[in-house]
């Protein structure tokens, strides 16, 4: 009986033992999972960019996976501001950045700028092509980027009131809520002009013309920081590296990129 009872009392530590064990390998794995994952919010013009950066880092840093955001600069602003978990954040012009940085959605110390780009108007491929902004007074529809959350309308906006053309044009403007809104209606031939990143229109070439590059605006540099809305700062900071390294300039720069 006292064997009995013994042997009892042996299996039924053995069976919690195992328990305990297969527990906190499954509170490991799913550890594991959590930690492994990140996203990364960034300017809707680095979209086709990121998705290639996206796939190098997962394959640099094995077991993570990345959630990419696309959107103008000010909504992903937005998006963090009510809490939106992100471990990096990229945007198209130093102002929505120097927001975030403010709002302390960002680590200041991790803030690089990576990138540079340049504005250019562009028409439908088989459109008018206008020799110089002047010339815009004759365009009945023109497509530019909202100036109040959109980077692109911003420069757009500056560029224009230099050379004086900004009150002027705008009974023509049709107002895109992001760069590849823009971008679209240029394409698909439902406006006579549009205000764009080269980056934007190098991946439409086959449906727009670039005309000419603007000036009178500040440099288009982007700026991109490990974001403290998220829970994995770790591969967000990883993320902003992989970006800076030869590897990932290499990778912007055959979208069109410049470097800062």
């Known amino acids: 009986m006292w064997v009995d009872r013994m042997l009892s009392a042996c299996a039924k530590s053995v069976c919690l033992a195992a328990a305990v064990l297969m527990l906190s390998l499954g509170c490991g794995q799913v550890m594991t999972a959590s930690a492994g994952e990140m996203t990364v919010s960034a300017a809707a013009s680095l979209t086709n960019a990121f998705a290639e950066l996206k796939t190098a880092f997962e394959k640099s840093h094995p077991g993570v996976t990345v959630h990419t955001n696309f959107a103008a600069s000010n909504p992903l602003l937005k998006q963090m501001q009510e809490g939106a978990p992100v471990d990096a954040f990229a945007s198209a012009d130093q102002e929505t950045m120097d927001k975030a940085q403010k709002a302390q959605l960002i680590k200041p110390e991790s803030r690089k700028n990576f990138v540079s780009n340049t ?31 959109v980077p692109v309308g911003r420069y757009t906006r500056d560029a224009l009131k230099n050379a004086g053309l900004w009150d002027a044009l705008q009974s023509s403007f049709v ?50 920081a490990v974001a403290t809305t998220g829970s994995n700062a770790a591969m967000g900071q990883a993320f902003v590296d992989f970006a800076l390294s030869p590897e990932g300039q290499e990778i912007l720069a055959r979208y069109g990129f410049s470097k800062p």
Do not use: M
Not at 120 to 148: D, N, T, W, Y
Not at 180 to 189: E, F, I, K, N, S
Not at 192 to 213: E, S
């Open 175 to 224: 107002y895109g809520n992001s760069v590849r809104q823009v971008l679209d209606y240029v394409a698909r031939g439902e406006v006579d002009a549009g205000i764009v990143y080269a980056t934007d229109a190098k991946q439409r070439a086959d449906k727009v013309a670039v005309c000419l590059t603007l000036t009178g605006h500040k440099p288009v540099t982007y700026p991109i």
């Open 119 to 149: 504005v250019v108007l562009i028409v439908p491929a088989q459109g008018h092509k206008f020799a110089s902004l002047g010339e815009l007074k004759k365009a009945q529809r023109i497509a530019v980027g909202s100036p109040e959350s």
